[in-house]
């Protein structure tokens, strides 16, 4: 879609209130709410753990802008409930294959500031009531691509009647982001959703027209007009609409506020409230909205923050039998609207 890109690294500062002191992904405080639990645990400079507390990580590794992240929490005893916040946000943990392990599924935002940040956890331990740790995560910087690209007029001067659509459109993608389900339906990897490579595309900077300059939040894949768009994993749709922006688009609704965005359809296989079957036929590629030419626009999105979704693909994640717990294949019911100018 571009016709010329440079590599842009994003490294800006993070504010005093942003950022916090200590060892990295490596340092960690805890207490717990009958005292805290202070003292050197080796060369890494970490503060004991309660003895609630187990073990806190996460995968990948390294984090850095854009990055999903998939954290697993093992307490030394049973908990009813672990609760934590990262980056500002409320992450619900949902119990693993064990009574005392936890795990959530999360993100870092796109725009987030490289720095260190914590990830405050609290758990409810019967016979000890609440118990609290804090590790110190380190964020670093991605490297994006600028380009230009060249795009239907009204695509960046829309008129009054667009600019209606465009605000109506908001308002459906508002409610559908608030929709909360609170148990993860997924299960296990998510997967490619078409059969082509994706394009080093998340996070690239474009001006478009020579006008406008736009962020995009997604992962294209450059597929052939009519390849079959599957979702990624298991859950719920939220949307399955015609947009201005972003054509014939479905959103997938994964539980937990994890959700996964299919735009440019050129068909539609689904409608609002199906449950789906990870590989279920959401529709057909296309090239609806604002596009170049046909491709799958792949968007992934966690309480708010937009991640890059190649790095969700390459995660390694538990069965969690969710699918089997009442989800079932979807009603084919076909929409075809207008296509998109190239």
């Known amino acids: 879609?571009?016709?010329?890109?440079?590599?842009?690294?994003?490294?800006r500062p993070a504010s005093k209130a942003e950022s916090s002191q200590g060892s990295g992904a490596q340092?960690?405080?805890?207490?717990?709410?009958?005292?805290?639990?202070?003292g050197?645990?080796?060369?890494?400079?970490?503060?004991?753990?309660?003895?609630?507390?187990?073990?806190?990580?996460?995968?990948?590794?390294?984090?850095?802008?854009?990055?999903?992240?998939f954290f697993t929490v093992e307490m030394a005893r049973p908990a009813s409930r672990v609760t934590g916040k990262f980056l500002g946000k409320e992450i619900a943990f949902f119990k693993g294959d064990k009574p005392t392990v936890w795990h959530a599924l999360a993100g870092v935002d796109l725009e987030t500031a490289p720095g260190t940040y914590d990830l405050a956890i609290s758990a409810v331990v019967p016979a000890?009531?609440?118990?609290?740790?804090?590790?110190?995560?380190?964020?670093?910087?991605?490297?994006?691509?600028?380009?230009?690209?060249?795009?239907?007029?009204?695509?960046?001067?829309?008129?009054?009647?667009?600019?209606?659509?465009?605000?109506?459109?908001?308002?459906?993608?508002?409610?559908?982001?608030?929709?909360?389900?609170?148990?993860?339906q997924w299960s296990g990897d998510f997967?490619?959703?078409?059969?082509?490579?994706?394009?080093?595309?998340?996070?690239?900077?474009?001006?478009?027209?020579e006008e406008m300059t736009s962020q995009h939040r997604g992962t294209d894949f450059p597929a052939k007009e009519g390849s079959?768009?599957?979702?990624?994993?298991?859950?719920?749709?939220?949307?399955?609409?015609?947009?201005?922006?972003?054509?014939?688009?479905?959103?997938?609704?994964?539980?937990?506020?994890?959700?996964?965005?299919y735009m440019h359809l050129s068909k539609m296989n689904v409608k609002a409230g199906d449950k789906v079957k990870k590989g279920a036929a959401l529709g057909l590629s296309g090239a609806t909205g604002r596009v170049t030419g046909p491709h799958l626009h792949m968007g992934v999105r966690?309480?708010?923050?937009?991640i890059d979704p190649t790095k969700l693909l390459a995660l390694t994640l538990p069965e969690t039998?969710?699918?089997?717990?009442?989800?079932?294949?979807?009603?084919?019911?076909?929409?075809?609207?207008?296509?998109?100018r190239k």
């Open 228 to 261: 079959v768009v599957s979702a990624s994993n298991a859950g719920t749709v939220v949307v399955a609409k015609e947009m201005f922006y972003e054509g014939n688009c479905v959103i997938v609704d994964h539980g937990m506020r994890f959700f996964t965005i």
């Open 128 to 184: 000890h009531g609440l118990v609290r740790a804090v590790k110190k995560i380190e964020v670093g910087s991605g490297e994006f691509k600028e380009g230009t690209v060249e795009v239907p007029e009204n695509f960046v001067n829309p008129n009054d009647v667009e600019k209606k659509q465009i605000a109506a459109d908001g308002g459906v993608k508002s409610r559908a982001y608030a929709h909360v389900i609170p148990t993860p």
């Open 40 to 69: 050197d645990s080796g060369a890494q400079g970490e503060a004991a753990m309660p003895s609630s507390f187990k073990n806190v990580f996460w995968q990948p590794n390294a984090l850095q802008q854009g990055s999903v992240t």
């Open 27 to 38: 340092g960690l405080n805890a207490d717990a709410a009958s005292g805290s639990a202070n």
């Open 321 to 340: 039998g969710a699918e089997t717990k009442g989800t079932h294949s979807t009603r084919r019911t076909s929409t075809t609207t207008r296509r998109g």
């Open 1 to 11: 879609m571009t016709l010329a890109q440079t590599h842009v690294r994003r490294s």
């Open 191 to 209: 997967r490619k959703p078409v059969d082509a490579p994706s394009t080093p595309s998340f996070g690239m900077t474009r001006v478009l027209n």
């Open 302 to 306: 966690w309480n708010g923050a937009y």
